[in-house]
Antibody, heavy 117, light 111 residues
């Protein structure tokens, strides 16, 4: 059974940093691209960042480029999102998702990140 | 990275069919056959319902179908059931610069 479990969320002040993790199991993690998608309270889904299976190709939404860094550790079956210079508008539930040719076939349960003073 | 355009709401009675549209541009929906649809129940993670415009993952009822014409993709739910009441989001590959873009979401109500 495919499982994706996010951790590392919480409350942080504007300008602060946070690192999200996503532990994957039930599939060959090193063979797939993985992605972060976020959803602000009461709003729609927003693609944040994706990383290819080997980590060679990385993509970011304009809204987070230069502030967020995606990475992965295939030996640990883990995906990460380092979030710096956080803004109030980064407040959202962050989902990690397994990717299959530009669609997301398995999702984690999500983790809440709140940016507030 | 502009979001794809979806109607904010749609509705239908049990047993009826409803179609939700998703309009993009030639740089996303119209340019690639990588349109997906997701169902999100309240408080839950999204679930993939349609991928590659028309394909259904294993376990998704065949009441759900997808199509595309030009820059507009559509999700049709036939034989509406109460359990279909949810938010639905489309997404599309948008090239290596923008990667993936989502629609704003459509709240489907079963009357």
């Amino acid at each position: 059974e495919v499982q994706l479990v996010e951790s590392g969320g919480g409350l942080v002040k504007p300008g602060g940093s946070l690192r999200l993790s996503c532990a994957a199991s039930g599939f060959s993690f090193s063979s797939y691209s993985v992605t972060w998608v976020r959803q602000a309270p009461g709003k729609g889904l927003e693609w944040v960042s994706s990383i290819s299976s080997s980590g060679s190709f990385i993509y970011y939404a304009d809204s987070v480029k230069g502030r967020f860094t995606i990475s992965r550790d295939n030996a640990k079956n883990s995906l990460y999102l380092q979030m710096n210079s956080l803004r109030v508008e980064d407040t959202a539930v962050y989902y990690c998702a397994k990717e299959s040719a530009y669609d997301f076939d398995y999702w984690g349960q999500g983790i809440l990140v709140t940016v507030s003073s | 990275q502009s979001a794809l355009t979806q109607p904010p709401s749609a509705s239908g009675s049990p047993g009826q069919s409803v179609t939700i549209s998703c309009t993009g541009t030639s740089s996303d929906v119209g340019g690639y056959n990588y349109v997906s649809w997701y169902q999100q129940l309240p408080g839950k993670a999204p679930k993939l319902m349609i991928y590659d415009v028309t394909k259904r993952p294993s376990g998704v009822p065949d009441r759900f179908s997808g199509s595309k014409s030009g820059n507009t993709a559509s999700l049709t739910v036939s034989g509406l059931q109460a359990e279909d009441e949810a938010d639905y989001y489309c997404s599309s590959y948008a090239g290596s610069n923008n990667y993936v873009v989502f629609g704003g979401g459509t709240k489907l109500t079963v009357l």
